[in-house]
């Protein structure tokens, strides 16, 4: 997995509660067998018309977001299916760190499997990002994860909360599979406790 | 020290290893897998040289993008779908994972057919790279959704890496009045909460209201735990899930019955557990619901009108608007005049055997008015079950079309999609924009709601009709 330490970037607001999974990569693209080129298709229904032209009005069709690697978003962001598609999408546009007041735990956990940064932070302080962001190209927002800190374009700092374990697996890259494979011996003797405890399972 | 709660009992019994800071390897007992979130799973074990670890506990079934019509055994049209089909054909194979291809009667959608073979018990923890895996939880399990990379993660190692939910307890008090479902008890649910209000929960439902409803019930209600944003959902197992259970296919007999039902009987959250939020309903307030607006939460009675956006509070009043503006909708219009074009009756909510009986009622002897609607059975072996019951040929009568099982129109990965613009009523999960095709408008409600909205040709108090 790839890993994040430290990201200056472009932040691209979008002020919406609620965005679903589906918004975020529509089903029409689930069909794909590969994890890799979905981030022209990201927020496909907003980004382009039923022509499959930009939508000019939409942000990260704007010339000042085309590269934003971080986004900063409304309440409750994630929301809906389990489809990993949407970090992938996301990844593969480019961004990197997703801000907003809450996730949904499905799409929050997938996250940290494709080395993408979600940070949870109060309504009031998504809100002066949300403005920091509308700054545009020449307000460039720093993430750091060490530290725990995002810095405004005016060097404002701000502190977030992240779980040491996700937080260590993060900034190192580290593969979860390999990891619990180390667990080994202890899912041997777990199942076999289980073959007598609970052998109908 | 109190109590626990059955989410509590469950954890604690699927606990192979806990680090000091609480990160939990949970072993799991059932891997459902389906088509569209699992070939780069398969993938990533084939690239690093691993294996299904417990192939035995592993059952896979394609659901979501299977057509409901024609000779699809031998030739799905659609090409990426094929692909997709083929993939999860080949992999079931190579790694001997139990397995429903689309030429087996027992095919279906994942959560109808897991509870249907005996895969769903109680007191198990079952995933699925869906999020309404929550419906298992209707048994008393522990089941939820996980990502692709979590799904890659279970079949090489059987277990998931978690952190502990907080408990919450939802309790429908008193009895349902005639016409009112579960999918009612859970749109009036959300709408209460909030698609939010369950983050970092674990839902128990509970409560008279809850214990009187069937499993097909209780799997409604469990199913949309998703939709109100917690990890799970869940009821305590009684007598009717016991009956459900016993003599299906995978279900444990004889001496193994004896030792299940044993443990099974102790799965219950003690009178002294500790709730972090609690949330109580009325049965009796609980009217024929449906949804207005894009999002889950928004529900209300049919006898309301469609509200204005300003009505709403912070981040909500605009997407209020949006949704209002996708929807086509005039605040105050009233919720029973909105036409409706197209019907469905289908999904892992609303796809079983109950649901279908439960339509079939309002729509004997009598006709549909709107332009399309079609029932998809939850599973092969539901529609074989409706057809045997003479569902199937009230549905025809009707003017239903009688499709073959899958998630079809739910999701619109397959060829069932709205065209922009037209409105359907769906006994689905889910309303989000472009959900059921782009530029569709989708309203969520029962199936006998549904049935109802077919035979009038517009939102309908399913009340007016029995």
């Not at chain 1, 992938?88 to 956990?109: L, M």
């Not at chain 1, 593969?175 to 619990?180: E, K, N, P, V, Y």
Request: net charge negative.
């Amino acid at each position: 997995m790839d890993k994040f330490e430290k990201l200056t970037g472009i932040a691209a607001p979008l002020p919406l509660v609620n965005v679903d999974t589906d918004m975020i990569i529509p089903k029409q693209f689930l069909k794909t067998i590969k994890r890799s080129g979905l981030g022209v298709n990201l927020f496909d229904e907003m980004r382009y018309d039923d022509s499959g032209n930009e939508i000019p009005d939409f942000v990260l069709n704007k010339p000042q977001y085309r590269q934003a690697e971080i986004l900063v978003a409304g309440d409750n962001f994630g929301c809906g299916s389990s489809r990993e598609h949407a970090p992938w999408a996301i990844k593969d546009f480019g961004i990197r760190c997703v801000i907003a007041p809450s996730f949904a735990e499905i799409f929050y956990n997938n996250c940290f499997k494709n080395g993408i940064l979600p940070i949870r932070l109060p309504q009031e302080t998504v809100d002066l990002l949300m403005k920091d962001a509308e700054k545009g190209e020449n307000a460039r927002m720093t993430v750091d994860l060490e530290a725990q800190e995002v810095t405004t374009s005016d060097g404002e700092v701000v502190r977030f909360e992240i779980d040491p374990f996700r937080k260590h697996c993060l900034l190192e890259g580290l593969d979860d599979i390999a990891l619990t494979l180390e667990q080994a011996p202890a899912i041997d003797t777990f199942e076999s406790r289980m073959a007598q405890e609970r052998p109908w399972v | 020290m109190s109590g626990k709660t059955l989410y509590d009992k469950i954890w604690d019994a699927h606990v192979v290893h806990e680090a000091e800071d609480g990160t939990t390897h949970l072993y799991i007992d059932r891997h459902l897998v389906h088509e569209v979130t699992s070939p780069q799973a398969f993938e990533g074990l084939r690239m690093a040289g691993r294996k299904v670890r417990a192939p035995e506990k592993t059952i896979a079934v394609p659901d979501h993008n299977v057509p409901t019509t024609g000779r699809r055994d031998k030739q799905i049209e659609n090409e990426e779908s094929r692909i997709q089909v083929e993939a999860l054909d080949k992999n079931a194979r190579d790694f001997g994972v139990h397995y429903y291809p689309v030429s087996d009667v027992r095919q279906g959608i994942v959560h109808i057919i897991g509870p249907e073979q005996g895969w769903t018990l109680p007191g198990m923890t079952i995933v699925c790279g869906d999020s309404h895996t929550a419906t298992h939880g209707a048994f008393g399990a522990l089941a939820h959704g996980i990502g692709t990379s979590e799904v890659e993660h279970v079949l090489a190692t059987q277990t998931l890496i978690q952190s502990k939910s907080k408990n919450m307890k939802v309790e429908v008090t008193g009895k349902l009045s005639p016409g009112v479902t579960a999918k009612d008890i859970v749109l009036s649910i959300i709408g209460k909460t909030g698609t939010a209000g369950g983050t970092g929960y674990v839902i128990e439902y509970c409560g008279e209201a809850i214990e009187a409803l069937s499993m097909e019930g209780r799997m409604t209600i469990c199913n949309m735990a998703i939709e109100g944003g917690a990890r799970a959902g869940l009821i305590a197992p009684d007598q009717t899930t016991f009956d459900y259970v016993q003599g299906r296919p995978h279900a444990p007999k004889g001496a193994q019955w004896e030792a299940a039902m044993a443990w099974w009987k102790t799965l219950y959250s003690d009178d002294d557990a500790h709730w972090d939020k609690v949330i109580t309903l009325r049965g009796e307030d609980i009217a024929p619901t449906v949804t207005w607006g894009t999002s889950p939460e928004d529900t209300l009675p049919i006898t309301a009108a469609v509200p204005a956006a300003d009505t709403f509070e912070g981040g909500k009043v605009g997407a209020a608007q949006r949704s209002l503006d996708y929807m086509g909708l005039k605040p105050g219009t009233p919720l029973s005049e909105i036409e409706i074009d197209t019907v469905f009756i289908g999904s892992c909510t609303n796809g079983r055997i109950e649901d279908l009986r439960a339509a079939a009622e309002i729509l004997k002897g009598r006709k549909i008015k709107v332009k399309r609607a079609m029932v998809v059975p939850g599973s092969g072996l539901v529609r074989a079950q409706a057809e045997e019951e003479g569902l199937a040929q009230i549905f025809q009568d009707a003017g239903f079309e009688w499709r073959l099982a899958g998630c079809s129109m739910c999701l619109a990965m397959n060829p069932d999609q709205l065209s922009p613009g037209e409105r359907c009523a769906a006994t689905s999960n889910r309303n989000f924009e472009g959900r059921q095709g782009r530029g569709g408008r989708t309203h969520l409600m029962s199936p006998a709601m549904a049935a109802a909205a077919a035979v009038t040709g517009r939102l309908t108090d399913v009340r007016e009709l029995t």
